[in-house]
């Protein structure tokens, strides 16, 4: 059977009727949510700069909208599926394109980045939004994380994701995170209208383009990752008593250290800056990695 192209299945009315031939409805369990608007997904190619030597790896790519368009440009597309409906439905559509890889597989069960034959250059993907931090985890704390990662997420996600200390109301522990190992852009605003089913929020595409190195390198990156969730975990408190808690370091000497590093005590976390809260880790004893 002849592939449908990514116009056809970005078309509400084809991709409704594909799904209904074979009985599939989007799974709400799964986060399923399939996009339709062909302006958002030329901005989520554009963002990739994809060229024919680039590997891609995509999760979640459902009936294969943005799985087809992957192919037209990319050397090779990996595509992580849990669904097996889904599965079914892109090995007819799709099995024509050799450069395709389909994969029955469960994203946050897997080694990623060791899938295909070559480590992905790329990592493009419209991912659920109930294990968006899960799935950005892995694909940022593993060494082998590629150059460019564009993500189609809730808008109120990538907002955190690129906030900075600026923007204390949205910063917390993800941006530290994400900041650790990329530079995140928030690319352009999504509405719920691009998505069948739309989903009862915006999104948004967010290219984050990967450091060779983390950001609190030489420290090692559990401890220093740690320290951040367990202060986090108190972000209403001021730093010198938010330390105490599950960081361990007594009111004293929390407010003797961040005086070390020019923090006043009574800042709390959100307000810190990445160099800043690598500064904190190295005075508290934060060890370097290996």
């Known amino acids: 059977m002849t592939p449908r192209s990514p116009a056809d299945v970005a078309d509400p009315r084809v991709l409704r009727d594909a799904l209904r031939r074979r009985g599939i409805r989007a799974a709400s369990s799964l986060g399923q949510r399939f996009l339709v608007d062909r302006s958002v997904l030329a901005a989520l190619l554009d963002a990739a700069e994809l060229s024919d030597k680039d590997d ?12 087809a368009a992957l192919a037209a440009r ?6 992580v599926e849990i669904d097996r409906r889904m599965v079914r439905l892109l090995e007819e559509t799709l099995g024509e394109r050799r450069n395709v890889r389909v994969v029955h597989a469960d994203a946050l069960a897997v080694d990623l980045y060791a899938l295909a034959p070559q480590a992905p250059t790329r990592i493009v993907a419209n991912i659920p939004y109930q294990i968006t931090t899960p799935l950005l985890e892995r694909f940022l704390a593993d060494a082998r994380r590629p150059p460019l990662v564009v993500l189609l997420v809730q808008l109120e996600v990538a907002r955190r994701m690129s906030a900075t200390a600026r923007d204390a109301r949205e910063r917390g522990y993800l941006s530290v995170f994400t900041q650790s190992f990329a530079e995140p852009r928030l690319v352009r605003r999504v509405p719920a209208r691009a998505f069948r089913p739309p989903p009862r929020v ?11 190195r983390p950001a609190f390198a030489p420290l090692a990156q559990e401890p220093f990752l740690r320290l951040v969730s ?23 000497r929390a407010t003797e250290l961040l005086a070390r590093i020019g923090v006043a005590p009574e800042r709390r976390a959100e307000e810190l800056s990445l160099d800043q809260w690598v500064e904190l880790a190295r005075a508290i004893g934060v060890p370097r990695g290996a």
């Open 74 to 79: 990319a050397r090779s597309v990996t595509a």
């Open 230 to 252: 367990d202060v986090f975990r108190h972000r209403r408190k001021q730093l010198r008593s938010a330390l105490g808690y599950e960081a361990g370091v007594d009111r004293e």
């Open 202 to 212: 915006d999104s948004a595409i967010v290219a984050l383009r990967t450091r060779a």
């Open 56 to 67: 891609v790896l995509e999760i979640g790519p459902g009936p294969g909208v943005l799985t």
